[in-house]
């Protein structure tokens, strides 16, 4: 037996003539796909759960883009097929823990990348000598970072709430080995009091 035959009772619905202008023609669709579609579905799934994950935001270096208590989706795929590119906000592991254990994972976004100089200097973010205008950070930095070179392999990673965040300005260029994914949504924001 199928069970995208449909049964007597579609075939006398389909005979109808205001009923014949639907694509499907079969009323089968609405039967549990059987154990193909289950395996569809479990190949999904694991596909979803290789390729993806579900992050919590914990802190606010990341404000006013991400809130403490977000909830996102990082995508780990792209970056197999491409490099990371500027303004990517990515997730990655802390590079000044060693290997072993378990390590911090931050999220920040990504300013420059190999080969650039990068200086932070009159609250103004300067890559190879040019100021940036930056209309997605909480505040002008109050802080002053020397003039850095981006390394082959390296990306240069701030968070946009540059005075509270622990980023490249203090432990210097980040390993692309690093990155864990790439931010793609917010798909939870807790309620703001």
Not at 66 to 75: A, P
Request: with cysteine.
């Amino acid at each position: 037996m199928s069970f995208l035959r449909p049964s007597a009772l579609s075939q006398l619905l389909i005979t109808y003539t205001s009923l014949q202008w639907m694509p499907c023609q079969s009323w089968g669709f609405f039967r549990w796909p059987g154990f193909d579609g289950f395996l569809r579905l479990l190949v999904m799934f694991l596909l979803w759960t290789m390729l993806s994950e579900i992050r919590f935001i914990p802190s606010s270096s990341m404000y006013p883009t991400l809130r403490v208590g977000d909830r996102i989706i990082v995508e780990k795929g792209s970056y197999y097929i491409r490099s990371p590119a500027i303004n990517d906000i990515v997730t990655f592991w802390d590079p000044t823990q060693p290997g072993d254990g378990e390590r911090n994972v931050f999220i920040k976004r990504i300013v420059a990348k190999a080969g650039d100089w990068v200086e932070i200097n009159h609250g103004s973010l300067y890559v190879n000598g040019i100021a940036k205008d930056e209309d997605f950070i909480a505040g002008p930095p109050t802080y002053v970072s020397a003039l850095t070179y981006v390394p082959k392999g390296h990306v240069y990673v701030l968070g946009d709430n540059r005075n509270k965040s622990y980023d490249s300005h203090f432990w210097g260029p980040l390993p692309i080995k690093n990155i864990i994914g790439r931010y793609v949504m917010c798909f939870h924001r807790p309620p703001t009091n």
